[in-house]
């Protein structure tokens, strides 16, 4: 059996603000649109992975969404000019990534990452 997609649903009571959070902040773009439900999409093809944890690394709490991306810095330093506060400011870990974390409007804890070269 081959996963094809493995789809992440947020719950939320209006849908704009979430909308425009995780399009503005990471370049999305709305792929399907049916006002009570709205689809995000990226135009790089993404590998579908699950994560299972008990912490989320260097004594944070486990994150609800793991955002993987080309430059952190840039998605860093958008974040703030957007006037997101950030919950765990940008960081070199020890396992090889560089990464932040923030909340959405939703109250979904996000990791945001890349894996410097």
Do not use: C
């Not at 909308?19 to 990471?26: E, N």
């Amino acid at each position: 059996m081959t996963v094809k997609r493995i789809v992440s649903n947020i719950a939320a009571t209006e849908v704009e603000n979430v909308k425009r959070f995780y399009a503005d902040l990471f370049g999305l773009n709305v792929v399907m649109d049916h006002g009570w439900i709205v689809t995000l999409a990226s135009d790089e093809m993404a590998r579908t992975q699950l994560s299972i944890a008990t912490e989320g690394g260097s004594g944070t709490a486990v994150p609800d969404l793991s955002i993987e991306v080309e430059n952190v810095d840039a998605v860093y330093q958008r974040a703030k000019n957007l006037g997101h506060a950030i919950e765990y400011e940008l960081t070199d870990e020890p396992w090889g990534v560089r990464r932040f974390y923030l909340f959405d409007p939703t109250g979904k804890l996000l990791n945001i990452l890349s894996h410097p070269a």
